[in-house]
């Protein structure tokens, strides 16, 4: 495993360290594509907003490349940036935490902003045995650009998201979660879910399809399709912090997806991050845990004495992950 930091100025300086780094482990960068054994990834960044996103650096997933574009492509896009026109705008100049591991690897990306935001992009490769295609992930801040009234962050232990109106510049439902790998239920008018509202992927292959999303618009635990890493840690996240001593845990993050009958696969257990319930951590604390050691952040902006955040805020209250830490 590796660490890297510094300052960027933008998010193209951001994408350029990213892939800096990735390149030094191992990953292939050619034609805006990360590759590596069956793992394709195409960052890029978007620097005006539309109706269809937001700014930001983006991720896309695929399971191939040919003639020098990804195949079978994500129809998710996870985007690094605002995740509404209600929630704090990026300034500049970001201090930035570039995560690296390998076997399997792992990327994550979290750059810090205004005293206390955060902003973060991960991808990686599941560990999971007996799925059909690569177990590729990706996870973001935001998914579409969400706004501009009362959407903001809408996020709890049982769930995240609330929204994803047809049209970007006027739709006022409730927006992304900002966590990683949590529960996604956006979506558009007609009451179902569509890709492009989901801040998260993972290709499975299972069941013949190879990235999956939840059709309805509110994740339960049948809902064809859904996956989540939070979902199943909720009785453990919602009992903490410890009342007694203030601490909490780190908990695994595993992903589930909900198959026919109700039924649920392990699809990915990530090996390097952990959720965690900051109340009483400082963001970019370490934690030190026997030779492991661990470093703390808000998903995207702790608010003290606010451990569930609630619906359209500017902050993610007490939630946050720990990745581990091979820093200084």
């Known amino acids: 495993m590796a660490y890297y930091s510094g300052v960027a100025n933008s998010f193209n300086d951001l994408l350029t360290q990213l892939v800096s780094a990735c390149v030094d482990h191992g990953w292939t960068w050619a034609d805006g594509i990360l590759s590596k054994g069956s793992a394709y990834v195409k960052p890029w960044v978007e620097s005006v907003a539309s109706t269809t996103t937001g700014i930001g650096l983006v991720i896309q997933g695929g399971t191939g490349k040919s003639a020098g574009a990804m195949t079978g492509v994500s129809p998710q896009t996870p985007r690094m940036g605002p995740p509404s026109r209600d929630t704090s705008q990026p300034t500049w100049p970001m201090a930035y935490s570039i995560h690296i591991f390998e076997s399997p690897d792992e990327v994550f990306l979290v750059a810090r902003f205004n005293v206390d935001y955060f902003y973060f992009a991960s991808f990686g490769v599941s560990s999971v045995p007996g799925l059909v295609n690569s177990g590729l992930w990706l996870s973001a801040t935001s998914r579409r650009l969400r706004g501009p009234s009362g959407a903001g962050i809408t996020v709890s232990a049982t769930g995240g998201g609330g929204g994803d109106g047809n049209d970007q510049a006027t739709a006022s439902f409730s927006g992304s979660p900002g966590c990683f790998l949590w529960n996604n239920n956006?979506?558009?008018?007609?009451?179902?879910?569509?890709?492009?509202?989901?801040s998260s992927a993972i290709c499975t292959g299972l069941d013949g399809i190879d990235w999956p999303w939840p059709a309805n618009n509110q994740f339960t635990y049948d809902v064809l399709n859904s996956f989540s890493g939070?979902?199943?840690?909720?009785?453990h996240i919602q009992r903490t912090p410890n009342i007694w001593n203030s601490e909490a845990p780190l908990l695994p993050v595993q992903v589930y997806l909900v198959r026919a009958s109700a039924k649920v696969?392990?699809?990915a257990d990530i090996r390097n991050a952990r959720y965690i319930r900051v109340d009483s951590y400082q963001p970019e604390e370490i934690i030190t845990l026997g030779e492991d050691r661990w470093k703390v952040y808000p998903f995207y902006r702790k608010s003290a004495g606010i451990s569930d955040p609630g619906t359209g805020v500017d902050h993610t209250g007490g939630l946050g992950w720990?990745?581990?830490?091979?820093g200084p």
């Open 186 to 198: 956006g979506m558009v008018s007609g009451g179902s879910q569509s890709a492009a509202s989901q």
């Open 230 to 235: 939070n979902i199943y840690a909720m009785p």
């Open 265 to 267: 696969s392990l699809v």
């Open 322 to 326: 720990a990745i581990r830490y091979d």
